[in-house]
T-cell receptor, first 113, second 113 residues
Framework: NAGVTQTPKFQVLKTGQSMTLQCAQD?????MSWYRQDPGMGLRLIHY???????DQGEVPNGYNVSRSTTEDFPLRLLSAAPSQTSVYFC????????????FGEGSRLTVL | AQSVTQLDSHVSVSEGTPVLLRCNYS??????LFWYVQHPNKGLQLLLK??????LVKGINGFEAEFKKSETSFHLTKPSAHMSDAAEYFC???????????FGTGTRLLVSP
C-alpha cells in the first residue's frame, strides 16, 4: 500500500524556472492539500482540494498553482521560482474533511538559487 | 481565527523519564486539536486527536494529551521516554470541517541514553 507518493524528493532550480511537484495517493481520498515547511514556522497550507475539479487557496498561495483533474493526483506548480520558495513541501490527503487525520507524503525538498 | 502556540522549541529528556510537550490554543469556537509527530526526513503522522469527546485522549506509542478549556491548553505527555520518541512534534488546531488545519511551530524532542 503506497499511501501518498511525492516526486521528486529533491530538486534544485534557478530563479525564474518553473516546475511541478507531483503528488499521488492510492487511498481514494477526497481531500488533498499542499503544505510548505520552513524552520521555526511549522507547516503552512498552500492550496487544498475537497474533490476532483475543486481547489481553494490556503494561507500562502502566491506563486503556486494547483489543479485536481482526478481523485488520485494533485500536482503543485511553481510558475516562476523565487529563492523565497526554497522549502520542504508536503502533500497530504484524508478520506474526507470530517476527521482531521491527514496522511502525509515524505516530502519534496526544493532549493531555488 | 485560530492559532496554536508551542511553548518550547526544544525539550531534552533522558530515556525512561517523563515527557511533557506544551501547547496552548486560541479559537473562537470549540476547537478540535491534534498532535502530529515527524521523524527525521519523514512525513508527519497523527499521534492523537481531541474532538469534544473525552478530555483525556490516548494516542499511539503511549502518548496522551489532556484538553483543558479553562487553561486553553492541550499538553502532550508520556510517562517514560524511549529513544525512538526523538522527533519533532506539532500541535494542530482544526476548524469545522478540518479543511484548514493550523500547525504550531513544532517542538523537537531529544532523548538521551
Amino acid at each position: 500500500n503506497a499511501g501518498v507518493t511525492q516526486t521528486p524528493k529533491f530538486q534544485v532550480l534557478k530563479t525564474g524556472q518553473s516546475m511541478t511537484l507531483q503528488c499521488a495517493q492510492d487511498m481514494n481520498h477526497e481531500y488533498m492539500s499542499w503544505y510548505r515547511q520552513d524552520p521555526g514556522m511549522g507547516l503552512r497550507l498552500i492550496h487544498y482540494s475537497v474533490g476532483a475539479g475543486i481547489t481553494d487557496q490556503g494561507e500562502v498561495p502566491n506563486g503556486y498553482n494547483v489543479s485536481r483533474s482526478t481523485t488520485e493526483d494533485f500536482p503543485l506548480r511553481l510558475l516562476s521560482a523565487a529563492p523565497s520558495q526554497t522549502s520542504v513541501y508536503f502533500c497530504a490527503s484524508s478520506y474526507g474533511t470530517s476527521t482531521g487525520e491527514l496522511f502525509f507524503g515524505e516530502g519534496s525538498r526544493l532549493t531555488v538559487l | 481565527a485560530q492559532s496554536v502556540t508551542q511553548l518550547d522549541s526544544h525539550v531534552s529528556v533522558s530515556e525512561g523519564t517523563p515527557v511533557l510537550l506544551r501547547c496552548n490554543y486560541s479559537s473562537s469556537y470549540s476547537p478540535s486539536l491534534f498532535w502530529y509527530v515527524q521523524h527525521p526526513n519523514k512525513g508527519l503522522q497523527l499521534l492523537l486527536k481531541y474532538t469534544s469527546a473525552a478530555t483525556l485522549v490516548k494516542g499511539i506509542n503511549g502518548f496522551e494529551a489532556e484538553f483543558k478549556k479553562s487553561e486553553t491548553s492541550f499538553h502532550l505527555t508520556k510517562p517514560s521516554a524511549h529513544m525512538s520518541d526523538a522527533a519533532e512534534y506539532f500541535c494542530v488546531v482544526g476548524n469545522t470541517g478540518f479543511q484548514k488545519l493550523v500547525f504550531g511551530t513544532g517542538t523537537r524532542l531529544l532523548v538521551s541514553p
